[in-house]
């Protein structure tokens, strides 16, 4: 995507040196766009903990360049092993991490170590290519649902509500549930995108405006609480959420609060689509409650907020009670039944294992 002109993914290989990795450090936004280098699997590791890198797609493209980072250093099995382990414990809950360690490490196992720094990056930018060509695909299988409310009543802005940050910057590029709407809006189809601000951390306000800000896409934050209420009073037209981990049946993880919004879809009959890249689907689960590993985090994130105040200084500060503890869920699972359809680089289909298989045969 382009940012002030300049076309950017959001990571890359140094053209120098062909080594180090590039990214955009992501707690800098939506103040500074600042690049970070990144030399070791210890850096790659520590910027997935972090969240300097976040969204399911992305993270499991910096885990492979980050392995590729660690063979540079050590190409021995028993290091590879070691690091992928390091790399895969750095988050639970999105599994493009370990589907992407997977991926690597069975092309890797089988390649003799003189050989395995080049083929890990050359598999590693398979990975951050096909990410990029599936998200665009999702974008080109999304655009006729944002059509098709522009149709429904024309001459009206569609309203699309959208939950978290699953645009370019959560993904190699182009976004997932953001990419329907880049799409739309080339397309020159009037719309307006609702932001849920997404506590604790913020990935609506401060990331999802930022990339339609500079994409120019009409938008407006609001507070995660008002999706109901926007909802209520047809101000919605559809909403399109990210996903970090979808079940063989159609259920959805995805950032505190979706499941939430899902219920509030439902309610007032607003279809609630959910657009993911296939590497987000875990084929081995299938009740997504119950199996799913969600991510509890530091409690900091709820009792504390970071913003810029008016003389351009970044700062943290307390806004619960002192002494209160808080508690951190970071994901929640949207049981199938309240999704009106995944929207995938195949296609769309049903949230339900008959929906996925159909889509994906050769996971029948
Ligand atoms: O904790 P994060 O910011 O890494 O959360 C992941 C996400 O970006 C969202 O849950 C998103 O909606 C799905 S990932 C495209």
């Known amino acids: 995507m382009r940012v002030d002109g300049v076309s950017y993914r959001s990571v890359w290989v140094d053209q ?22 990144l030399t070791d699997c210890d850096q790659a590791a520590h910027a997935i903990r ?7 797609p992305l993270i499991g493209a910096v885990a492979a360049y980050g392995l590729c980072l660690a063979l540079a250093a050590d190409p021995a099995t028993a290091a590879m092993e ?21 991926r690597m490490l069975t092309r890797l196992r089988n390649t003799p170590a003189s050989e395995r720094v080049a083929v890990a990056y050359a598999e590693a930018a398979a990975i951050a290519d096909e990410d990029a060509a599936q998200n665009e695909a999702i974008g080109e299988h999304g655009l006729p649902l944002i059509r098709q409310a522009a149709a429904r009543h024309a001459g009206k802005t569609v309203n699309v509500l959208t939950h978290c940050n699953a645009g370019w910057l959560a993904t190699v590029d182009w976004g997932t549930a953001l990419a ?8 020159g189809i009037d719309l307006h995108v609702w932001v849920d601000e997404t506590r604790p951390r913020n990935q609506g306000a401060a990331l999802t405006a930022w990339e339609l800000g500079r994409h120019g896409v009409k938008h407006t934050v609001v507070a995660d609480n008002a999706g109901g209420h926007l909802m209520q009073h047809g101000m919605v037209d559809l909403a399109i959420v990210g996903t970090d981990r979808v079940t063989r049946t159609g259920d959805v993880a995805n950032k505190i609060g979706t499941y939430l919004k899902a219920l509030a879809a439902h309610d007032n009959a607003v279809p609630f689509w959910v657009a993911l890249p296939s590497t987000t689907i875990d084929w081995r689960v299938s009740d997504g409650v119950a199996e799913i590993p969600i991510e509890e985090r530091s409690q900091a994130e709820v009792t504390d907020m970071t913003g810029r105040l008016p003389d351009g200084r970044i700062a943290t500060m307390r806004i619960a009670a002192e002494g209160s503890p808080a508690a951190n869920p970071a994901f929640d699972v949207t049981p199938a039944r309240l999704v009106t359809g995944l929207i995938t680089e195949r296609g769309r289909c049903q949230a339900s294992a008959e929906g996925l298989r159909g889509l994906f045969p050769e996971h029948a």
């Open 16 to 37: 120098q040196d062909h080594r180090s990795i590039h990214i955009i450090d992501q707690t800098k936004l939506p103040w500074a766009l600042e690049i970070l280098r």
């Open 50 to 56: 972090t969240m300097q890198v976040r969204g399911a």
């Open 82 to 102: 070691r690091d992928a382990a390091l790399l895969a414990a750095t988050r639970p809950t999105a599994v493009n991490l370990r589907w992407a360690l997977e």
């Open 180 to 187: 329907p709407i880049y799409k739309a809006h080339d397309a």
